[in-house]
Nanobody, 122 residues
């Protein structure tokens, strides 16, 4: 495991969570980091991406306007702020990163992290 993902948990619909993805140590300032999610019985979905060098971002239509991706280069951490969560956001979220980046998203994955479970339920 080269990336550390954290921040998942149980939240009520309409609530918020912030996920964190830390690492790798190098070359953090020239990579693309993406957040992905997979719910039981569903295909993996790319949720959001960010280029740490250009700050170009991508959001899936299903989360645009509710999720915000950001980076703290000093802490080598990418955050995914998730607001107005819906039951359909329930999934295991994980992050992956790579050095070849298109549109803010890595197209190859040199680094991967473990998943963190997000459950949205009343």
């Amino acid at each position: 495991v080269q990336l550390q993902a954290s921040g998942g948990g149980l939240v009520q619909p309409g609530g918020s969570l912030r996920l964190s993805c830390t690492g790798p140590g190098s070359p953090f300032d020239h990579i693309g980091i993406g957040w992905f999610r997979q719910a039981p019985g569903k295909e993996r979905e790319r949720v959001s991406c960010l280029s740490t060098s250009s700050s170009t971002t991508y959001y899936a239509p299903s989360v645009k306007g509710r999720f915000t991706i950001s980076v703290d280069n000093a802490k080598k951490t990418v955050y995914l702020q998730m607001n107005n969560l819906k039951p359909e956001d329930t999934a295991v979220y994980h992050c992956a990163a790579g050095t070849v980046v298109v549109g803010g998203c890595p197209v190859t994955y040199n680094y991967r992290g473990q998943g963190t479970l997000v459950t949205v339920s009343s």
